[in-house]
């Protein structure tokens, strides 16, 4: 608790120089800051080299003074944050973030540094933790109802004339270093300011304030007790007049009474300065932390320094900036400081230099620079020595293991599941997201689209360590606590289709142990679910967890039979649950035809004596692209399908359109039938290829009444917009110059190149060097060609 360094005698300063004259006769010295002000946090440092007290006492929740002493560990490097979490609720949690320029992180290390005993002192975090939104301290209510909540930067900016709370705080502190002659002059001009709000404001609008402010008066007087008068106080600003008021023991005591309990949990976490620009959390919501750590850290010439710091970031990204550009920025900054009445040039002034000077007008590389420098991705760290529940403890390990370190700046991660590494690395992050611990999201391969690889995106939130937290119920270790969570999703879930999704989890996150409970609920649940649609939903998790098994060498047996069952009861009662369908089920259907599709291809190709599944699945569509009772929208899909499997000829599907697109037909229907055989993939390609469909379709169009003609509108647009540009193009040409008879190419070959019956010899011969040299042939050792040959070859 005494926030002692190493081998320094407890209790002894480092320096025995008495405190200057005048430093404590008012009592305490108050220090009322703004946190995460590097202005702030540099006036702090002088006053207490100045005043040098007997003890350091810090806003924050006193649960944490013996994690105290750990700001002497190197590893322990801001930003961090003090977690609070119920022990029986994790996520019941709250967090004091502390950056490198945060006034109460300054005086964290003044004390440790020289021995000097530390404590913190505002209401402890087993009763902010517990206390209800409703729940408010005795006597809050006088003050809350009178007026809202103040901001009471925006308030002093607003009386000294200003319309902007953070360039107020700039001129007035952060470009005004601390007098060496005065260092706590600044405290008691700002402690002057804050008595005026408080008069005005009363607790302006934060009852809750009372109670907190009444513990830390508590504090403060045991503190002054124990030390003399040489205390040191350093809290927000807003708290300092609460604190010098006069107030009696009772008082205060009868404020804390009844005040709810919890058993809590304190550790260090890391953090980050994106997220210390959010606007939540204690004491977050600055716009600039990036900046504001600039400012801290620079020894002299900060806007140089600035500058010179973007020119480097916008030099690796090959942007061409010269030292000439800086020297200009600069001047620039300095004259529209100058211009606009300020006395050193702030963020507002350098960004307007950066975008005009090393940016040439652009936004676009001046979001790099705000997202990269002004924010910035910096992450804390956090040393091994400080309290972590296992969960936390265990993934550390795996993180070193495997050689994952958490960073907070985005980043893609490929992996290649044939290497152990790799496939470890993959099992971790999808224990993890199994456990709500969303370190990182699958993405879609640039490359390769094999099960054998797999692409995430990692970024590291200092939020997820409230979800290990929470996940520490599960178990000890991330496989345990995975395994765990598995079993008690199956068991819990509602819908076959999160069963079948569990399944394919445990199989990506390697839970041999969880797959038989799962693999069990599965089967129950798949005998007594009679919906097809729910049955159609499942299948496809079913058939991707078997391939996912093959990749990683994981016993699939049970998924096989289930998959296999599954997917015979699909072909039975599809038929019947596609008739009458509206509009909207029809569309959710025709996802389900289309989905079980491509999953029956797999399963048939993945299991061994199941044969029969594509021959059963094909005699499905036939039936349903037969039935007048099934909507249009899958018919035409029906069909489509058959089409792509080379089941049925091109004649066939000429009929089946002509029946389809007859008069006969209402023109809602027939357009619903156009969208499910020439919507989704490659659907315009075929009509470009095929000019008898395409004629049937422009035929068709063309006799649609004019009063039925907006109805069936919506229908064809969503259908044609999905179309690639190129297609599109194509399409209108060949519509506009007519369908010919027969195959359209051959009537118009000069206006369709590349659309004959026949391949062209002379065209494809000229790709046959460049095709040589690919596949290192030489000239003499030709590659032998058929007539067939040319079927693969683009014309």
Request: positive net charge.
């Given at each position: 608790m005494d926030g002692l360094l190493p081998g320094l005698p407890g209790g002894e300063r480092v320096s025995d120089a008495p405190p200057p004259a005048g430093a404590f006769d008012a009592g305490p010295l108050l220090l009322g800051?703004?946190?995460?002000?590097?202005?702030?946090?540099?006036?702090?440092?002088?006053?207490?080299?100045?005043?040098?007290?007997?003890v350091v006492l810090i806003e924050g929740p006193p649960e944490a003074d013996p994690?105290?002493?750990?700001?002497?560990?190197?590893?322990?490097?801001?930003?961090?944050?003090?977690?609070?979490?119920?022990?029986?609720?994790?996520?019941?949690?709250?967090?004091?973030p502390l950056a490198e320029f945060s006034p109460e992180w300054v005086a964290i290390r003044w004390a440790v540094e020289r021995g000097v005993p530390a404590r913190f002192i505002d209401l402890p975090a087993t009763h902010s933790l517990a206390w209800e939104e409703d729940t408010e301290p005795a006597g809050a209510e006088e003050g809350a109802a009178e007026h809202a909540r103040v901001d009471p930067l925006a308030a002093l900016a607003e009386a000294a004339g200003y319309d902007d709370p953070e360039r107020w705080w700039e001129d007035a502190v952060e470009h005004r270093g601390p007098g060496r002659d005065e260092p706590f002059a600044p405290f008691a001009a700002l402690e002057d300011a804050m008595g005026a709000l408080r008069e005005r404001y009363g607790d302006g609008g934060r009852p809750r304030d009372l109670a907190r402010e009444a513990y830390m008066r508590l504090q403060i007087r045991a503190?002054?007790?124990?030390?003399?008068?040489?205390?040191?106080?350093?809290?927000?600003?807003?708290?300092?007049?609460?604190l010098r008021a006069k107030a009696t023991v009772t008082a205060d005591r009868a404020l804390l009474k009844g005040l709810p309990k919890l058993r809590t949990d304190l550790t260090w976490v890391p953090w980050t300065h994106r997220r210390l620009a959010r606007s939540s959390g204690y004491g977050a919501g600055i716009d600039s932390p990036g900046w504001y750590a600039h400012l801290f850290g620079a020894p002299d010439r900060p806007v140089e320094r600035w500058l010179t710091k973007v020119a480097g970031l916008l030099r690796e990204e090959d942007r061409i900036v010269s030292s000439a550009h800086v020297i200009e920025a600069v001047r620039l900054a300095d004259t529209l400081a100058v211009m606009r009445g300020r006395p050193l040039p702030g963020l507002t002034e350098t960004t307007d230099a950066v975008r005009a000077v090393l940016c040439e007008g652009s936004d676009v590389p001046l979001s790099l620079v705000y997202d990269r420098l002004v924010v910035g991705d910096v992450l804390g760290e956090v040393p091994e020595s400080a309290p972590a529940v296992p969960l936390q403890r265990d993934l550390a390990r795996e993180q070193r293991r495997l050689r994952l370190k958490p960073e907070a700046l985005e980043r893609e991660l490929e992996l290649d599941l044939r290497k152990d590494?790799?496939?470890?690395?993959?099992?971790?992050?999808?224990?993890?997201?199994?456990?709500?611990?969303?370190?990182?999201?699958?993405?879609?391969?640039?490359?390769?689209?094999?099960?054998?690889?797999?692409?995430?995106?990692?970024?590291?939130?200092?939020?997820?360590?409230?979800?290990?937290?929470?996940?520490?119920?599960?178990?000890?270790?991330?496989?345990?606590?995975?395994?765990?969570?598995?079993?008690?999703?199956?068991?819990?879930?509602?819908?076959?289709?999160?069963?079948?999704?569990?399944?394919?989890?445990?199989?990506?996150?390697?839970?041999?142990?969880?797959?038989?409970?799962?693999?069990?609920?599965?089967?129950d649940r798949a005998a007594l679910d009679a919906d097809v649609g729910h049955l159609a939903q499942a299948l496809p998790a079913l058939v991707r967890s078997l391939r996912y098994g093959d990749v990683r060498g994981t016993d699939t047996g049970a998924l096989a039979d289930v998959a296999a069952a599954l997917a015979e009861r699909v072909f039975i009662g599809l038929p019947p649950a596609c008739t009458t369908l509206d509009t909207v089920a029809a569309q959710e259907m025709r996802g389900h035809?289309?989905?079980?599709?491509?999953?029956?291809?797999?399963?048939?190709?993945?299991?061994?004596?199941?044969?029969?599944?594509?021959?059963?699945?094909?005699?499905?569509?036939?039936?349903?692209?037969?039935?007048?009772?099934?909507p249009g929208l899958i018919r035409g899909r029906a069909v489509r399908l058959l089409l792509d499997d080379g089941v049925l000829e091109a004649e066939d599907v000429a009929r089946l359109m002509g029946l389809a697109l007859s008069p006969g037909t209402l023109p809602g229907d027939a357009a619903a039938w156009v969208e499910g055989f020439v919507g989704g993939g490659g659907g315009g390609l075929l009509l470009v290829h095929d000019e008898r469909l395409l004629g049937l379709v422009d035929a068709w169009l063309t006799s649609v009444p004019?009063?039925?003609?907006?109805?069936?509108?919506?229908?064809?647009?969503?259908?044609?917009?999905?179309?690639?540009?190129?297609?599109?193009?194509?399409?209108?040409?060949?519509?506009?110059?007519?369908?010919?008879?027969?195959?359209?190419?051959?009537?118009?070959?000069?206006?369709?190149?590349?659309?004959?019956?026949?391949?062209?010899?002379?065209?494809?011969?000229?790709?046959?060097?460049?095709?040589?040299?690919?596949?290192?042939?030489?000239?003499?050792?030709?590659?032998?060609m058929d007539d067939n040959s040319y079927a693969g070859v683009g014309t």
């Open positions: 800051v703004r946190h995460h002000g590097p202005g702030s946090a540099r006036a702090v440092r002088a006053a207490l080299d100045a005043a040098s007290p007997a994690l105290i002493p750990l700001a002497a560990d190197p590893g322990l490097r801001p930003p961090v944050a003090l977690l609070a979490h119920a022990v029986d609720e994790p996520g019941r949690s709250a967090f004091w503190a002054r007790k124990e030390s003399g008068d040489e205390v040191a106080v350093v809290c927000g600003a807003w708290h300092v007049p609460a590494t790799d496939a470890a690395r993959a099992r971790l992050l999808h224990r993890l997201r199994l456990l709500g611990v969303g370190w990182g999201e699958p993405a879609r391969s640039r490359g390769s689209t094999g099960t054998f690889r797999e692409t995430w995106r990692l970024r590291w939130e200092p939020e997820l360590s409230v979800r290990i937290a929470e996940a520490g119920v599960w178990g000890t270790t991330v496989l345990g606590a995975a395994t765990a969570k598995a079993e008690a999703d199956a068991i819990g879930a509602r819908a076959l289709a999160e069963v079948t999704a569990l399944a394919e989890q445990c199989l990506l996150a390697g839970l041999p142990d969880a797959l038989p409970v799962v693999m069990r609920v599965l089967a035809v289309d989905a079980v599709h491509g999953a029956v291809g797999l399963l048939a190709e993945t299991l061994t004596g199941h044969d029969e599944l594509r021959p059963r699945w094909r005699a499905v569509l036939r039936t349903l692209s037969r039935r007048d009772t099934v004019a009063d039925a003609f907006t109805d069936v509108l919506p229908l064809l647009r969503r259908t044609f917009s999905a179309y690639e540009p190129g297609v599109r193009r194509t399409l209108g040409e060949l519509v506009r110059r007519g369908p010919g008879s027969g195959t359209g190419a051959t009537a118009h070959p000069a206006t369709s190149p590349g659309f004959a019956p026949e391949p062209d010899t002379g065209r494809a011969d000229a790709v046959l060097p460049v095709l040589r040299l690919l596949l290192g042939l030489t000239p003499a050792q030709p590659e032998p």
